[in-house]
């Protein structure tokens, strides 16, 4: 199942991992590593199979992917994991407890698809209606999944420009890694490991988010009550890209430096 993994660190202090979203890959950390660096060493890596890392040798898993990410990272770091990264980060925590001393997600829950039960997620027709896109045309796929990202954001037009160009800067995903992060996206359901974690979680959310409402933080504070929900006026689904300024200061207030 292992892979060879893309990583770079930058800074010195704390250990901070940064986990990307379905589709992309680390270099968007790039310059927030760079500002945070005084405090933090940033660990920024590539999902297996996207950006400059290989594919797993075996099924691509929700599992499988937080093992092989567990083995790249240093023991009690902070992980941080954007959207579908948030949700490796959540199973590194549940399954290598002894790596996570701190959770942060950014834009991401323990359950992403929303249904009957849980309204706080992405629109399941959405997932599928882009998996069934990808075997025809991989590439604007992806930029119609980045133009939804950028949705609602009060700077969506120059996130989506940032974002186009660089989803291709390193390269294009392996098609399987693609849609084997859909499936995650589709099917994984976290919600009672993560009431059950021991750590300090901050979860990060633009109030503007198109795919994962602001109501997801409320239902994450009854999950889990040492839980820190932050909201950022103006932000949507990357609000790394949209307010870099306001994700830092987050990023500062409520980790353990």
């Given at each position: 199942m292992s892979a060879s993994l893309?990583?770079?660190?930058?800074?010195?202090?704390?250990?901070?991992?940064?986990?990307?979203?379905?589709?992309?890959?680390?270099?968007?950390?790039?310059?927030?590593?760079?500002?945070?660096?005084?405090?933090?060493?940033?660990?920024?890596?590539?999902?297996?199979?996207?950006?400059?890392?290989e594919d797993l040798t075996g099924d691509y898993a929700l599992?499988?992917?937080?093992?092989?990410i567990a083995n790249n990272i240093p023991d009690n770091s902070i992980v941080l994991g954007w959207s579908m990264g948030g949700l490796v980060a959540q199973q590194i925590a549940i399954s290598h407890p002894e790596k996570v001393a701190e959770l942060v997600l950014v834009a991401s829950s323990p359950c992403m698809v929303a249904d009957e039960g849980w309204p706080h997620g992405i629109k399941p027709d959405v997932l599928k209606e882009f998996a069934e896109q990808l075997a025809n045309d991989y590439e604007q796929t992806l930029m119609r999944f980045l133009?939804?990202?950028?949705?609602?954001?009060?700077?969506?037009?120059?996130?989506?420009?940032?974002?186009r160009k660089r989803v291709f800067a390193h390269g294009v995903p392996q098609k399987r890694a693609?849609?084997?992060?859909?499936?995650?996206?589709?099917?994984?359901?976290?919600?009672?490991?993560?009431?059950e974690l021991k750590i300090p979680v901050t979860v990060m959310l633009g109030k503007l988010d198109m795919l994962v409402p602001v109501s997801?933080?409320?239902?994450?504070?009854?999950m889990l009550l040492q839980s820190n929900v932050r909201l950022l006026?103006?932000?949507g689904h990357a609000p790394f890209i949209s307010h870099p300024e306001k994700f830092m200061v987050v990023i500062k207030d409520c980790v353990n430096v």
């Open positions: 893309y990583k770079k660190e930058i800074g010195s202090g704390r250990d901070l991992v940064m986990l990307h979203g379905w589709g992309l890959h680390s270099g968007l950390f790039e310059d927030i590593a760079e500002t945070l660096s005084p405090d933090f060493c940033c660990h920024l890596i590539d999902l297996p199979g996207f950006g400059r890392s599992e499988a992917v937080a093992d092989t133009a939804l990202q950028s949705q609602g954001s009060d700077s969506a037009k120059k996130d989506i420009r940032l974002l693609l849609h084997a992060g859909l499936s995650i996206l589709q099917t994984t359901d976290l919600r009672t490991e993560f009431g997801v933080g409320d239902e994450l504070k009854k006026k103006g932000a």
